[in-house]
């Protein structure tokens, strides 16, 4: 059985929420490393609208247990 990986949503004033589930190691860096996946470096106009409703964010990923 191989692992398996939560995407979670970090706020900075916020706290954090889980987007995705079940992704492999792989699928997860790939999530994280893509720049719409942040504040700071994003471009769509829903991750726009995102940050101006809740301020700045990031999506990370942890090992599902």
Known sequence: ???TYRIVRYYFNRGSRVVYRGFS???AQN???DPSTSSST???QQA???TRKYGPWFDGY???K
């Open 42 to 44: 994003c471009y769509s």
């Open 48 to 50: 726009k609208a995102r």
């Open 31 to 33: 999530h994280c490393s």
């Open 25 to 27: 190691l792989e699928e």
């Open 62 to 64: 942890t090992k599902e």
């Open 1 to 3: 059985m191989s692992d």
